[in-house]
C-alpha cells in the first residue's frame, strides 16, 4: 500500500496520514511526501501495524515524520474499504492522536490502536 503523508484538509501539508492508496495508476506521480508500507492487522485484531522498509524511504519522510518515537496526527484519515472488509475492522478512520512509533534495523513500525469509542 502507499501511505500518503500529511494532513488531509491542508493538502498534504502538516503531520500524520493524508491517504492510504492501494494501487495507483500507471504513470500516476504524487507530489506529497509518501512512502510503500506493508499494513497488517494483528492476530487478537487489536491494532493496525504499518510497515515502513527504511531501503524506500525518502531522506525527507524519514526526518519530516519518523524523527521520534512518537507520530502525530493531526486529522482523521480513511482506511481504505478493502482493509476493513477483510479484517473487519471496527472503524473506518484512525482518529486524531499520538502514535507509537518503533524503530528497527530494517523499517519502521507504526502502531494504530483499533478501539471503538
Known amino acids: 500500500m502507499e501511505v500518503v503523508f500529511g494532513t488531509p484538509s491542508r493538502n498534504c501539508s502538516g503531520t500524520g496520514i493524508c491517504m492510504i492508496a492501494s494501487q495507483l495508476p500507471q504513470g500516476h506521480i504524487i507530489p506529497c511526501p509518501h512512502a510503500p508500507a506493508i499494513i497488517h492487522c494483528d492476530p487478537l485484531g487489536h491494532e493496525l501495524v504499518f510497515r515502513f522498509r527504511k531501503q524506500r524511504l525518502p531522506d525527507m519522510v524519514v526526518q519530516d515524520y519518523f524523527s521520534s518515537n512518537i507520530f502525530v496526527v493531526e486529522e482523521a484519515f480513511s482506511l481504505p474499504q478493502r482493509l476493513i472488509?477483510?479484517?473487519?475492522?471496527?472503524?473506518?478512520?484512525?482518529?486524531?492522536?499520538?502514535?507509537?512509533?518503533?524503530?528497527?534495523?530494517?523499517?519502521?513500525?507504526?502502531?494504530?490502536?483499533?478501539?471503538?469509542n
Request: charged share 30%; no cysteine.
Open 85 to 116: 472488509r477483510m479484517w473487519d475492522l471496527p472503524i473506518g478512520s484512525i482518529p486524531p492522536g499520538r502514535y507509537f512509533l518503533e524503530e528497527y534495523s530494517r523499517e519502521w513500525r507504526l502502531y494504530f490502536p483499533l478501539k471503538v
